[in-house]
């Protein structure tokens, strides 16, 4: 095998093809974003086409791993928008990046037991990339696909422009698009790319930007990294693809509303000066690192999401900037603080099985974990009652 094992034991077939990708490029590099965007994203070798270990035992977990909780709260934010949206038929949801398929038996068990008229009038689609993560899907989902005839897969070409009246919603999504990654070198803003080394390992070079949407990704955000309290060799990401997801999303949504959780910031606080070497972050098992060039194909790779630049892209394709707020107090307000007082009627025969319940809605809400991250609203053709969200209300 070498080149260093490939790099410290990667997907040896992914590692050449992404080595032969760069070989035959014009300037035998290419950009960190295409880099991320093959060992992610590869339709036979990346690491999400790969069956991705998600999970307690894998290499990382998301909110409805815990639990029902999680999907069941989202469920009221749902039952209260298909309400404010005049109880519409159907009303639709569409999750994209579904993962294992968790959140889709929790929402869709929780109103049929709570919100039953809701839920009959409810079309549920998943839009996933991923070929193995859709197979996982349909196999845990098998027994509601076959009673309930309202789940279907769907890619964005099977969904018709201007169609959707409902919700559109990801958890942990935006974070795992491609970024491009950019450094301020001798007083210029340039590109980093990836190229390969003589002994076939991958190095990182930088050039000139590879497209002007990142200068006027900046600009849009009053943003310079050339100013003085920016460092020579600061470094951040770019994530450009999140823009077109969102003019996608839109176009698709009819009437309705997008809710986007993940971790991030603000374009203030994720373009800090102190924060010189970006948020990119890699998960394997468990663990975390920030050298996307071992364990290639073998581990997930995330940077943290600008909420500011999603809310500017909304509103230049037609949504209204409803509100932004973080998980903790968004599932505190949907009922999340009434959970946590329940626990006080539980039997006392019952201790191990509290102390079980009580770490999974503190870890939900914790404000160093998945508490603090953000939940932004946005909607179209909505009118003042966009305003009156139960989960952007101040939990009591």
């Given amino acids: 095998m070498t080149a260093q094992q490939l790099s410290h034991d990667g997907?040896?077939?992914?590692?050449?093809?992404?080595?032969?990708?760069?070989?035959?490029?014009s300037d035998q590099r290419i950009t960190f974003a295409e880099f991320m965007d093959l060992s992610l994203y590869h339709p036979q070798q990346g690491y999400y086409a790969t069956n991705p270990q998600i999970g307690a035992q894998g290499d990382f977990f998301t909110s409805p791993h815990l639990g029902a909780d999680f999907g069941e709260l989202l469920a009221e934010q749902f039952v209260q928008m298909w309400h404010l949206l005049d109880r519409p038929r159907p009303f639709t949801l569409l999750e994209m990046g579904a993962g294992q398929g968790l959140l889709v038996q929790?929402?869709?068990?929780?109103?049929?037991?709570?919100?039953?008229?809701?839920?009959?009038?409810?079309?549920?689609?998943?839009?996933?990339?991923?070929?193995?993560?859709?197979?996982?899907?349909?196999?845990?989902?098998?027994?509601?696909?076959?009673?309930?005839?309202?789940?279907?897969?769907?890619?964005?070409?099977?969904?018709?422009?201007?169609?959707?009246?409902?919700?559109?919603?990801?958890?942990?999504?935006?974070?795992?698009?491609?970024?491009?990654?950019?450094?301020?070198?001798?007083?210029?803003?340039?590109?980093?790319?990836?190229?390969?080394?003589?002994?076939?390992?991958?190095?990182?070079?930088?050039?000139?930007?590879?497209?002007?949407?990142?200068?006027?990704?900046?600009?849009?955000?009053g943003i310079n990294l050339l100013s003085e309290p920016y460092p020579e060799g600061y470094r951040t990401e770019v994530n450009l693809q999140a823009l077109d997801w969102l003019k996608t999303v839109s176009d698709?949504?009819?009437?309705?509303?997008?809710?986007?959780?993940?971790?991030?910031?603000?374009?203030a606080?994720?373009?800090?000066?102190?924060?010189?070497?970006?948020?990119?972050?890699?998960?394997?098992?468990?663990?975390?690192?920030?050298?996307?060039?071992?364990?290639?194909?073998?581990?997930?790779?995330?940077?943290?999401?600008n909420f500011t630049a999603l809310k500017q892209q909304g509103e230049r394709c037609g949504l209204q900037n409803i509100g932004f707020t973080q998980q903790g107090l968004f599932l505190m307000a949907l009922?999340?603080?009434?959970?946590?007082?329940?626990?006080?009627?539980?039997?006392?025969?019952?201790?191990?099985?509290?102390i079980q319940r009580r770490e999974v809605l503190h870890a939900l809400m914790n404000p160093a974990g998945l508490g603090n991250f953000?939940?932004?609203?946005?909607?179209?053709?909505?009118?003042?009652?966009?305003l009156t969200l139960k989960g952007l209300s101040m939990p009591g």
């Fill in 269 to 305: 606080r994720y373009y800090n000066p102190a924060r010189s070497t970006g948020t990119l972050q890699c998960y394997y098992q468990h663990a975390h690192h920030a050298d996307p060039y071992i364990y290639v194909g073998r581990q997930d790779i995330t940077a943290h999401v």
């Fill in 335 to 354: 009922g999340l603080g009434d959970r946590m007082s329940a626990l006080r009627s539980t039997p006392t025969d019952r201790v191990q099985d509290l």
């Fill in 11 to 25: 997907n040896p077939v992914l590692y050449l093809l992404i080595a032969d990708r760069i070989a035959q490029s």
């Fill in 106 to 221: 929790d929402v869709s068990r929780y109103l049929y037991r709570h919100h039953f008229e809701c839920f009959e009038a409810l079309e549920y689609i998943i839009l996933e990339k991923s070929v193995a993560l859709i197979a996982e899907q349909q196999r845990r989902l098998q027994p509601l696909t076959q009673s309930w005839g309202s789940l279907s897969w769907r890619t964005w070409e099977e969904i018709p422009a201007d169609s959707i009246v409902g919700c559109c919603f990801s958890n942990e999504l935006v974070d795992a698009f491609p970024v491009h990654q950019v450094i301020v070198e001798h007083g210029q803003l340039q590109e980093i790319y990836v190229a390969l080394n003589q002994a076939g390992q991958f190095i990182e070079v930088v050039g000139d930007r590879s497209t002007a949407q990142l200068t006027e990704y900046f600009d849009r955000l």
């Fill in 252 to 267: 698709r949504l009819q009437q309705g509303y997008l809710l986007t959780i993940d971790y991030g910031y603000s374009a």
């Fill in 374 to 386: 953000g939940v932004l609203i946005q909607g179209k053709r909505l009118g003042n009652q966009a």
